[in-house]
């Protein structure tokens, strides 16, 4: 399976700030990655699909203002969340499709706060 | 809306014993089922994958689809302490460039 890296692996940041997390597929080339958030004790919720080349398509619910990303190349997409607030405080996770559309691999996941 | 849900438990199984995990989907449009496997602080593992209905077995690991009643389940035969995790059912509905739909996972438990 594809290798996924994400950085930091955790954040802690005033309110206000703004925090950019980054996804990248080390030994594949990625046009899809997603970027899912889960809560404690919640499930993972999609909040964006990120293509290379174009505009991330986000869910319904997901502010695209807020959560900014950016899909610059094959191996490499980037979540920015700005104006964080302390309930943005939460784990943020990557994945990438492979070649299969059943594959995904997912990263170790950004665990954010915000105080 | 698509939801796919999930007992959140714990459930709590001896070890040794069949470990059974069950999943409900409401989008009938779904294709594909996946069970991940998630360690408390980690991101999900994939364990397997389902898309036909009946069984697929994977060493341990039996994943059951019967897409008429709309249900999912994952049995872990001769459970170990290592098998204790959070256990994330998923759906995926095509359309390409869709994600997963998770589930809240369940909170299973290896009794030594």
Not at chain 1, 16 to 33: H, N, P, W, Y
Not at chain 1, 68 to 79: D, E, G, K, P
Not at chain 2, 38 to 50: V, W
Request: glycine share 8%; net charge neutral.
């Amino acid at each position: 399976g594809a290798v996924v890296s994400q950085h930091p692996s955790w954040v802690i940041c005033k309110s206000g700030t703004s925090v950019k997390i980054e996804c990248r597929s080390l030994d594949f080339q990625a046009t899809t990655m997603f970027w899912y958030r889960q809560f404690p004790k919640q499930s993972l919720m999609l909040m964006a699909t990120s293509n290379e080349g174009s505009k991330a398509t986000y869910e319904q619910g997901v502010e695209k203002d807020k959560f900014l990303i950016n899909h610059a190349s094959l191996t490499l997409s980037t979540l920015t969340v700005t104006s964080a607030h302390p309930e943005d405080s939460s784990f943020y996770i990557c994945s990438t499709r492979g070649r299969a559309y059943y594959e995904q691999y997912f990263g170790p996941g950004t665990r954010l706060t915000v105080t | 809306q698509k939801e796919v849900e999930q007992n959140s438990g714990p459930l709590s199984v001896p070890e040794g014993a069949i470990a059974s995990l069950n999943c409900t989907y409401s989008d009938r449009g779904s294709q594909s089922f996946f069970w991940y496997r998630q360690y408390s602080g980690k991101s999900p593992e994939l364990i397997m994958f389902i898309y036909s209905n009946g069984d697929k077995e994977d060493g341990r690991f039996t994943a059951q689809l019967n897409k008429a009643s709309q249900y999912v389940s994952l049995l872990i035969r001769d459970s170990q302490p290592s098998d204790s995790a959070t256990y994330l059912c998923a759906a995926y509905s095509g359309g390409g460039a869709d994600g997963l739909t998770f589930g809240k996972g369940t909170h299973l438990i290896i009794q030594p």
